[in-house]
């Protein structure tokens, strides 16, 4: 406690994965997905859009030396701390929260392998049917599956032009819900 007072031992990154991960979170709130697309405006359906980002944004930083790794797994880190958080607020005690943190690491992971499957090869099939069997798992069909899909395709292609060292200094953009209708990044 008191080396995080002196700022002994302090996280160099801190400043720059905060703002990188307001800014993932403002991504995964955008109106649109929620709104249009029939996402549920649910704490699992919040888990399941903010971890789309996360794994987009992953994914970009992904075999990126030097400061751009240390900064993914602090990411990685903030994240799984705000699940922490958000599944005590909801009501969880201290004895079960680390059945449910596991069970969302599990959820998180898999995600992250069938998003980027789909993602690598530009296969918007496949990652309709991995975002409709996860977001809308009781859906016989959700025809908005196509919205999110070409969100997501289009947020990688985005992210995937964005220069690594802007990245690193907590500087991201991501496009905008409405420009998926129309394949353009904002």
Same mark, same amino acid.
């Given at each position: 406690?008191?080396k995080r007072l002196l700022g002994i031992g302090s996280n160099?990154?801190?400043?720059?994965?905060?703002?990188?991960?307001?800014?993932?979170?403002?991504?995964?709130?955008?109106?649109?997905?929620?709104?249009?697309?029939?996402?549920?405006?649910?704490?699992?359906?919040?888990?399941?859009?903010?971890?789309?980002?996360?794994?987009?944004?992953?994914?970009?930083?992904?075999?990126?030396?030097?400061?751009?790794?240390?900064?993914?797994?602090?990411?990685?880190?903030?994240?799984?701390?705000?699940?922490?958080?958000?599944?005590?607020?909801?009501?969880?005690?201290?004895?079960?929260?680390?059945?449910?943190?596991?069970?969302?690491?599990?959820?998180?992971?898999?995600?992250?392998?069938?998003?980027?499957?789909?993602?690598?090869?530009?296969? @918007?099939?496949?990652?309709?049917?991995?975002?409709?069997?996860?977001?809308?798992?009781?859906?016989?069909?959700?025809?908005?599956?196509?919205?999110?899909?070409?969100?997501?395709?289009?947020?990688?292609?985005?992210?995937?032009?964005? @220069?690594?060292?802007?990245?690193?200094?907590?500087?991201?953009?991501?496009?905008?819900?409405?420009?998926?209708?129309?394949?353009?990044?904002?």
């Open positions: 406690m008191f160099p990154n801190e400043l720059i994965v905060d703002a990188l991960y307001e800014q993932i979170v403002a991504a995964a709130r955008q109106p649109a997905p929620y709104a249009d697309w029939a996402v549920p405006d649910t704490p699992l359906g919040r888990f399941e859009l903010l971890s789309l980002v996360m794994i987009l944004v992953l994914r970009r930083l992904k075999g990126e030396p030097g400061a751009a790794s240390d900064v993914a797994q602090d990411l990685v880190d903030t994240f799984f701390r705000d699940m922490d958080h958000s599944i005590r607020e909801l009501g969880v005690g201290d004895v079960g929260v680390p059945k449910r943190m596991k069970k969302l690491s599990r959820m998180f992971y898999g995600r992250a392998q069938s998003y980027g499957s789909a993602l690598d090869a530009r296969d @918007e099939g496949a990652l309709k049917a991995a975002l409709s069997r996860n977001v809308q798992p009781a859906a016989k069909e959700w025809p908005q599956a196509g919205e999110l899909a070409r969100y997501a395709q289009l947020a990688a292609d985005a992210l995937a032009g964005q @220069e690594t060292a802007d990245i690193v200094a907590g500087r991201i953009s991501f496009p905008a819900t409405g420009a998926a209708a129309t394949g353009e990044a904002a």
